[in-house]
């Protein structure tokens, strides 16, 4: 199975930062990467799919890039709706794996 | 509006059994893959299993042997048949439409299983 590392788990950011999340990936995905946001008690929403297409309503702050085995998540001016925790999947075979998830928390 | 919801989960012992269903509109699921993906409390993501648009499964390690996924088109419904329960099974199970590179998406709400005596 393909194994999904991501980092960090925990970040501290003020509103206004820009933030970057990694998600490596245990074998070549090529570019097959998605990212979800899920807030506390809702479930998971995506984000970003095929690695860098932002999913439709989704804010333009947002931004995915990388393929093969290493991506990355960026937030561009974090807005206090952003304090979340973001997980990546792996979408080249199942079973689809998930990343660790990065709880993004105010400082 | 295309859209899943999970029902079924309660409070169970362990090595009990628990079906789990996955009512979808707005989309057809015998012409869609539906995935289950797990939340143990506090917890990260566990995908689970997956059915396909011709009723092909694929389960994680973790529940192989011990859960089965079936599928009722009259009711646009999937089922996540639970047995051999353990306390580690203990989590919020949420179906969702898997659109392949595309993520999963939607998401259902989640409906709570809980494992103990």
């Known amino acids: 199975d393909i194994q999904l590392t991501q980092s960090p788990s925990f970040l501290s950011a003020s509103v206004g930062d820009r933030v970057t999340i990694t998600c490596r990936a245990s074998?070549?995905?090529?570019?097959?990467l998605a990212w979800y946001q899920q807030k506390p008690g809702k479930a998971p929403e995506v984000l970003i799919y095929a690695a860098s297409t932002l999913q439709s309503g989704v804010p333009s702050r947002f931004s995915g890039s990388g393929s093969g085995t290493e991506f990355t998540l960026t937030i561009n001016s974090l807005q206090p709706e952003d304090f979340a925790t973001y997980y990546c999947?792996?979408?080249?075979?199942?079973?689809?794996?998930f990343g660790g998830g990065t709880k993004v928390e105010i400082k | 509006e295309v859209q899943v919801v999970e029902s079924g989960g309660t409070l169970v012992q362990p090595g009990g059994s628990l079906r789990l269903s996955c009512a979808a509109s707005?989309?057809?699921?015998?012409?869609?893959?539906l995935t289950w993906v797990r939340q143990a409390p506090g917890k990260g993501l566990e995908w689970v299993s997956v059915?396909?648009?011709?009723?092909?499964?694929i389960y994680a390690d973790s529940v192989k042997g011990r859960f089965t996924l079936s599928r009722d088109d009259s009711k646009n419904t999937v089922y996540l048949q639970m047995s051999s329960l353990r306390f580690e099974d203990t989590a919020m199970y949420y179906c969702?439409?898997?659109?392949?590179?595309?993520?999963?998406?939607?998401w259902g709400p989640g409906t709570l299983v809980t494992v103990s005596s």
């Open positions: 074998q070549d995905i090529i570019v097959y």
């Open positions: 969702a439409r898997d659109v392949g590179v595309r993520g999963l998406d939607p």
């Open positions: 059915i396909d648009s011709v009723g092909a499964t």
């Open positions: 707005g989309f057809s699921v015998n012409a869609n893959y």
């Open positions: 999947q792996q979408l080249n075979g199942y079973p689809g794996t």
